[in-house]
């Protein structure tokens, strides 16, 4: 029965491989269906479910990579399976529930806003997988999906954990305009934002950064509406401060003499 034993192991390593696969993209699944879910609350007009559901998404779209990693199951499958799961979470469920909340008064402005939030997503992960093994990892090219969904979301679970709504102040048609607006052009903008990917678990940190962290988990725990949507406000703002900052560092440069 050697033979029968040898038959029999390679297939139940296949069928446990199978298995492991299905792990990170489970947590794709369950991000994509936070974005249909936020979609439906948002026709129902339960804007704060919908926002909501929108950040749960934003997590559970961070682990399904750092899961695969993990578990060595990155697949080509994993990736694209990805990239059309953050295009509907992050892509369409932030423009239909901005324009359901917000944009529909403005008429063909307000869903003309969304659509160009919706099309800049697209655009932005289309870039993003054509430069995989190209790019620099230190940096995102463009604000990344999640972050300007965060930004969409967060003002509307902002505004209405504070009771502001678009039917008691008008202002807030133009204020959303202008954040969906932000949002979207960011994304394809060619400017740099950090990718956090540097940032290493593993490694020693000093003392305070561990009370930092407790202080931020604080902080958000405290009101989390606020906090989420000012650390995303300070982290869409950080890649026009850096390039700014850029931009002026090198124009203080000496020139250089010309040679002969």
């Known amino acids: 029965m050697p033979e029968l034993e040898q038959t029999k192991t390679p297939f139940n390593e296949r069928i446990r491989k199978q298995g492991i696969y299905l792990l990170p993209n489970s947590f794709t699944t369950a991000a994509l269906f936070g974005g249909f ?3 439906v609350q948002a026709m129902n007009g339960k804007f704060d479910h919908a926002a909501v559901a929108i950040f749960i998404s934003m997590v559970l779209d961070s682990l399904d990579g750092r899961v695969a990693r993990l578990t060595h199951t990155q697949s080509d499958f994993g990736a694209e399976y990805d990239s059309l799961s953050d295009m509907v979470s992050f892509g369409v469920a932030p423009a239909l529930v901005m324009y359901q909340w917000a944009l529909q008064p403005l008429h063909k402005i307000g869903w003309m806003a969304a659509f160009i939030y919706a099309v800049c997503a697209a655009l932005r992960l289309a870039r993003f997988n054509t430069q995989i093994g190209v790019a620099d990892k230190r940096w995102f090219t463009g ?3 999640p972050a300007a969904a965060a930004l969409v979301a967060g003002s509307v ?3 209405i954990d504070n009771g502001f709504s678009p039917a008691l102040y008008p202002v807030l048609h133009w204020i959303a305009l202008i954040v969906t607006l932000f949002a979207g052009l960011t994304m ?6 950090w990718s956090f990917k540097e940032v290493n ?3 020693s940190v000093p003392f305070f950064v561990l009370l930092l962290l407790v202080l931020l988990i604080l902080i958000i725990a405290y009101d989390a509406p606020i906090a989420l949507f000012s650390l995303f406000v300070i982290y ?3 890649g026009y401060v ?3 900052w850029l931009w002026l560092k090198k124009g203080k ?3 250089q003499p010309p040679t002969e």
């Open 37 to 39: 879910y936020a979609i």
């Open 157 to 159: 679970w902002i505004s």
């Open 143 to 145: 604000l990344p999906s």
């Open 242 to 244: 850096i390039a700014a």
């Open 188 to 193: 394809v903008t060619n400017v740099r934002f």
């Open 201 to 203: 678990m593993r490694r």
């Open 236 to 238: 869409g703002l950080s």
């Open 253 to 255: 440069q000496p020139a």
